[in-house]
C-alpha cells in the first residue's frame, strides 16, 4: 500500500467517524427536544385536570406552549436532518423522531383545544411568534394551524353555542398570510381560514345575528378550499375580495370589529408590504360590511393617534379612507368622534373632516349631526353620565365651537350643495346663536377665532348669496360681531341685508322660524334671536298687519319667562298701532298685554302700558268699549304696584329702610306702615300731628280699603306722637274714630275698636302738669322705642267680596268717565 492510499484512507475513516458523532449529536438533540415537549404535554395534562383559576390555567399553560413552540421549531429542517445520517436507516430514524416532535407538538394542542375552543387564542399568539424570527418554519406553523382549526370545526358543530372571541383576530392574520408570497403558505393559511369560517359560520346559527346574504349558502366560503396556486397571482384581487366579503359575513360584529381593529394596527407595520396588505384587505371589508363594525368612535380615535403621531405616515391616505368608509354607514358617531379634539382643530382632525366628506351619499347625516351639536352651548358642563361619554378629559362642552370650525370644511364640498340648500335654514339660525354663544364665552382667549363666523360666512357664499356677504362686509358687520353688545344688531344687519337682496331661500326660512318659534327654543336667550331675525324679515317682505299666524307668536311672547322677549313683541305690537283695527285678533292681542301687567319686571310692565296707551289710541269705539271692563280690572293690581313704586321714590329720596318691604314676597301692608312711622319719627317727628289731621280725612271715604288704611295709620301716629298730642287733639281723634266703630263694613269696625283702645291708653297717660309733659319730651329725645305690630293684621284687598266688588265698580265708573285718559 502506498503512502498516499494510506493517507487516503485514514482521512476516509476520520471523516467516518466525525459524520457519525455528527449524527449522534442530531440524534441526541431532537430526542432532547422530544423529552422536552413530552415532559410539556404531562405538565399541561395535569392542569387542565386541576380546579386551577381558568385565568391563571391559560397563562401557565400558554407559557409552556411558547417554550415547547421555540424549542421544537429551532430544530434544523428535515433536509437538513437527513443529512446527518449515514444511511438510509439512519435517516428514517432520524426522521421519525423529527415528525414526532412536530406531531407531540400539535397533539398538545390538540388536548388543549378539544377541552376548551376559548384556548384557540394560542393560535393568535403563535403567529406572533412566527412572525419574530425568519428562522421558525412559517409553513410547517400554518400546518399545524389548520389543522388544529380543522379539528376544532367539526367540534363546534356539536355545540348549540359556540365561544370563540379570538376569531377575528386570527381571521385577521389568516387574511394576510392568504396574501404571501410563498404559494404553500398561501394553501395552507387559505383551509385555516376556511376552517375558522366554518366556525364563524357556527356561531352565527346560535346567535342569529347574521342576515343571509345572496353570497350565504353551504359552501359560500368553499373557493378557500378549491385554491389553485398555479393562477392565484392573475386572480388575487378577486381572491382578496372574496375573503374580505366571506370575513364580513360570517363574523359576528364584535369580532368583525377585532378583525377591523387588528388589521388597522397593522398599517403601523415596519413592514411595507404587510401594511399595504393590510390596507387592502381592510378597504375591501368595509366597502362592504362597515355597517356591521362596532366601537367605531374608538377606531376613529385610534386613526387619529395613528396621525397625529407621525403626521408623515406612509399608510395615511389608508387610515383616511377608513374614515371615509365608516363615515358612510356611521356617520353620527364619526363626526360626534371629529368634534371631540382640542381647539382649534390642527390639522390631523381638518384632514379627517375633509376624509368624511368625501363621502357625499350620507352628507344630509353629517350635516344633520352637525346641527344636532349646534344646539349645544359651548362652555355648559356635562349634566348627566348618561350624556354620551367623551374620550376628552374636559367636562364642559366645547363640541359646539368645533362643529362650527368644521362646516368650515364640510360646506364648501362640492358634492354637499344640495344637502346644504336643504338645510340652509337651520345652518343659519344655529350659526347666529352660536355667535351669540361664543362672544359670550370666557373660556376662549380674547383673540379667539370666532369659528361661527366664519362658517356663516362660507355658508353664504356656498348658497349663492356673495353679495350679502360683500353687503355685510362693508357694513363692518363681521369685524364687530366679536363685541357682545353688537350681537343683536348684527343679527338685524343680517335680517335686513338678507331681504335687501331678496334671498331665494326666504320661503324655507320663514316656514322654519315659524316652525322653530311654535315648537318652543331650547332657551330663553335663543328666543331673542329668533324674534328679532324673524321680525325683520316679516318687516321687509310683509306690510302690517302680519299674518295671523305670526300675530299668534307675538301675542305669546308678550308673556314670556324672558323679559327681553316680552318687550321686543311688545314693541312690535305697539308699531301695528296704525293698523290696529284691520287686526281680527285685536281683543286676544290686547288682552295679552293687559296680562303683561302683572309681570314681575317693570320693564316689561311700563312697555306694556306705553303699548297699550298706543293701540287705544287708535282703537275703534266699539271694540274699546266691549275691553273697558277687563282694561279697568287689570289697573286694580296695578294701582297698588303704582304706590310701591312712589314708595320706592320716597325710600330713596328720603332714606327709608323699607325696600326690602315692597317685595312682592315680603310685602305686608302693617309692616310697611310701621317701618314708615318709625322712620318719620326718626325724621319729621314735629311734623307727626300734621300727618294725623290729614288722615282722619280719610276715614269718611267710600271706599272701605281707606278707611281700614286710616284707621291702622291713626293708630300707629298716634302711639309715636304721644308725648306731643293735646287733649284737644285726642279730642278731635276719639270723634272721628267713634264714628267707624260703627261703619257698616265688620273689619273696619274691628280696627276703629283696635285704635280706640290705643287712644284710651294714651289718654290716661295724658296730664295738664307742664313741668311732666316737659320731662317726657326729654326722655323721648333719649330712649326712641320702634313700634312693633299693634293689628297683627295683613291688608289684603281680596279679604271680601264687597271689597273687591266695590274697588271693581270704581274703577269701571273711572273708566266709563275717562276714556280717553285711561293711561296717563
Same mark, same amino acid.
Given at each position: 500500500m502506498s503512502l498516499r492510499t494510506s493517507k487516503i484512507g485514514h482521512f476516509q475513516t476520520l471523516h467516518n467517524c466525525v459524520k457519525w458523532h455528527r449524527m449522534e449529536s442530531i440524534a441526541n438533540s431532537l430526542l432532547d427536544t422530544f423529552s422536552d415537549l413530552l415532559c410539556h404535554q404531562s405538565m399541561i395534562l395535569a392542569m387542565n385536570s386541576s380546579f386551577i383559576d381558568p385565568l391563571v390555567q391559560y397563562e401557565s399553560q400558554l407559557s409552556i406552549i411558547e417554550s415547547s413552540f421555540r424549542k421544537a421549531f429551532a430544530i434544523p429542517s428535515l433536509e437538513v436532518v437527513k443529512t446527518r445520517g449515514t444511511n438510509a436507516e439512519d435517516k428514517e430514524e432520524l426522521e421519525s423522531v423529527y415528525m414526532s416532535i412536530f406531531n407531540m407538538y400539535e397533539d398538545t394542542l390538540l388536548i388543549l383545544v378539544s377541552k376548551d375552543l376559548y384556548k384557540l387564542q394560542i393560535l393568535k399568539e403563535m403567529m406572533k411568534w412566527m412572525d419574530e424570527d425568519n428562522l421558525y418554519f412559517q409553513e410547517r406553523v400554518m400546518v399545524i394551524i389548520s389543522r388544529v382549526l380543522s379539528f376544532a370545526s367539526k367540534k363546534a358543530r356539536g355545540h348549540a353555542s359556540v365561544d370563540v372571541p379570538c376569531s377575528g383576530v386570527l381571521a385577521a392574520e389568516l387574511s394576510l398570510l392568504c396574501c404571501h408570497t410563498d404559494p404553500s403558505i398561501i394553501q395552507q393559511a387559505s383551509s385555516a381560514m376556511y376552517y375558522l369560517l366554518s366556525i364563524a359560520k357556527q356561531q352565527n346559527a346560535g346567535t342569529n345575528t347574521t342576515k343571509s346574504t345572496k353570497n350565504d349558502g353551504p359552501g359560500s366560503h368553499d373557493f378557500l378550499l378549491s385554491l389553485d396556486t398555479q393562477v392565484l397571482s392573475q386572480t388575487m384581487n378577486q381572491f382578496k375580495t372574496k375573503i374580505a366579503q366571506s370575513v364580513g359575513q360570517y363574523l359576528m360584529p364584535s369580532l368583525l370589529t377585532d378583525f377591523v381593529w387588528s388589521l388597522l394596527k397593522k398599517l403601523s407595520s415596519p413592514s411595507h408590504v404587510t401594511a399595504f396588505?393590510? /390596507?387592502?384587505?381592510?378597504? &375591501?371589508?368595509?366597502? %362592504?360590511?362597515?355597517?356591521? +363594525?362596532?366601537?367605531?368612535?374608538?377606531?376613529?380615535?385610534?386613526?387619529?393617534?395613528?396621525?397625529?403621531?407621525?403626521?408623515?405616515?406612509?399608510?395615511?391616505?389608508?387610515?383616511?379612507?377608513?374614515?371615509?368608509?365608516?363615515?358612510?354607514?356611521?356617520?353620527k358617531k364619526v363626526i360626534f368622534q371629529l368634534m371631540d379634539y382640542p381647539l382649534p382643530a390642527d390639522n390631523t382632525?381638518?384632514?379627517?373632516?375633509?376624509?368624511?366628506?368625501?363621502?357625499?351619499?350620507?352628507?344630509?347625516?353629517?350635516?344633520?349631526?352637525?346641527?344636532?351639536?349646534?344646539?349645544?352651548?359651548?362652555?355648559?358642563?356635562?349634566?348627566?353620565q348618561m350624556e354620551r361619554r367623551r374620550f376628552s378629559l374636559d367636562?364642559?362642552?366645547?363640541?359646539?365651537?368645533?362643529?362650527?370650525? /368644521?362646516?368650515?370644511?364640510? &360646506?364648501?364640498?362640492? %358634492?354637499?350643495?344640495?344637502? +346644504?340648500?336643504?338645510?340652509?335654514?337651520?345652518?343659519?339660525?344655529a350659526l347666529m346663536l352660536q355667535l351669540f354663544y361664543t362672544s359670550q364665552l370666557r373660556v376662549l382667549p380674547q383673540d379667539r377665532p370666532l369659528f361661527a363666523r366664519d362658517a356663516l360666512r362660507v355658508l353664504l357664499n356656498c348658497s349663492g348669496l356673495q353679495e350679502v356677504d360683500l353687503a355685510l362686509k362693508k357694513k363692518n358687520c363681521w369685524n364687530q360681531f366679536s363685541q357682545v353688545l353688537f350681537h343683536h344688531h348684527g343679527v338685524y344687519l343680517i335680517a335686513k341685508t338678507l331681504s335687501e337682496h331678496n334671498f331665494p331661500q326666504f320661503p324655507e326660512t320663514l316656514h322654519y322660524l315659524y316652525k322653530t318659534s311654535v315648537e318652543g327654543p331650547r332657551r330663553s336667550e335663543d328666543s331673542i334671536i329668533t324674534i328679532i331675525f324673524l321680525t325683520e324679515l316679516l318687516n321687509n317682505f310683509f306690510k302690517d298687519p302680519f299674518p295671523e299666524e305670526f300675530l299668534v307668536l307675538f301675542r305669546d311672547w308678550v308673556n314670556d319667562s324672558n323679559p327681553e322677549v316680552s318687550k321686543l313683541s311688545l314693541q312690535k305690537?305697539?308699531?301695528?298701532?296704525?293698523?290696529?283695527?284691520?287686526?281680527?285678533s285685536a281683543c286676544s292681542l290686547i288682552t295679552s298685554i293687559l296680562e303683561a301687567f302683572l309681570s314681575k319686571e317693570k320693564t316689561v310692565v311700563i312697555r306694556a302700558l306705553l303699548t297699550l296707551r298706543r293701540l287705544l289710541g287708535r282703537l275703534d269705539k266699539v271694540t274699546y268699549s266691549s275691553l273697558c271692563t277687563n282694561i279697568a280690572s287689570s289697573y286694580c293690581p296695578l294701582m297698588d304696584h303704582a304706590c310701591k313704586y312712589t314708595l320706592d321714590i320716597c325710600a330713596s329720596q328720603l332714606k327709608w329702610s323699607i325696600s326690602y318691604l315692597l317685595k312682592d314676597e315680603n310685602y305686608n301692608f302693617e309692616l310697611v306702615v310701621i317701618n314708615i312711622c318709625n322712620n318719620l319719627v326718626a325724621s319729621n317727628e314735629n311734623q307727626i300731628t300734621d300727618l294725623i289731621s290729614d288722615t282722619l280725612g280719610f276715614m269718611g271715604s267710600s271706599r272701605v280699603y281707606l278707611r281700614r288704611g286710616a284707621v291702622i295709620l291713626v293708630g300707629y301716629l298716634a302711639k309715636l306722637g304721644e308725648y306731643f298730642l293735646l287733649k284737644d287733639e285726642m279730642a278731635v281723634m276719639f270723634e272721628v274714630i267713634d264714628k267707624l266703630r260703627w261703619d257698616e263694613d265688620p273689619i273696619t269696625r274691628d280696627l276703629a275698636e283696635m285704635t280706640h283702645h290705643i287712644l284710651t291708653e294714651i289718654a290716661y297717660k295724658m296730664t295738664s302738669s307742664t313741668i311732666k309733659k316737659n320731662f317726657r319730651r326729654i326722655f323721648r329725645f333719649i330712649y326712641t322705642k320702634r313700634l312693633k305690630p299693634l293689628y297683627n293684621w295683613n291688608m289684603d284687598l281680596t279679604d271680601s267680596d264687597s271689597d273687591t266688588k266695590e274697588m271693581k265698580s270704581d274703577k269701571e265708573?273711572?273708566?266709563?268717565?275717562?276714556?280717553?285718559?285711561?293711561?296717563?
Open positions: 396588505e393590510a /390596507a387592502a384587505i381592510l378597504k &375591501l371589508t368595509l366597502e %362592504s360590511h362597515a355597517q356591521k +363594525v362596532t366601537k367605531v368612535s374608538k377606531i376613529v380615535d385610534d386613526i387619529y393617534q395613528q396621525i397625529s403621531h407621525n403626521f408623515s405616515h406612509t399608510m395615511k391616505h389608508a387610515l383616511l379612507r377608513v374614515i371615509t368608509l365608516l363615515t358612510r354607514t356611521s356617520p382632525v381638518i384632514l379627517m373632516w375633509e376624509a368624511a366628506g368625501y363621502e357625499s351619499s350620507v352628507a344630509p347625516d353629517v350635516l344633520s349631526t352637525i346641527l344636532l351639536i349646534l344646539k349645544g352651548k359651548p362652555g355648559e358642563m356635562e349634566e348627566t367636562a364642559t362642552n366645547m363640541m359646539p365651537v368645533a362643529a362650527s370650525q /368644521a362646516l368650515c370644511t364640510f &360646506l364648501p364640498v362640492g %358634492s354637499y350643495k344640495k344637502a +346644504v340648500a336643504q338645510f340652509f335654514p337651520q345652518l343659519l339660525m305690537i305697539a308699531s301695528m298701532a296704525p293698523v290696529i283695527n284691520e287686526i281680527e265708573g273711572f273708566a266709563e268717565d275717562n276714556d280717553d285718559d285711561i293711561i296717563i
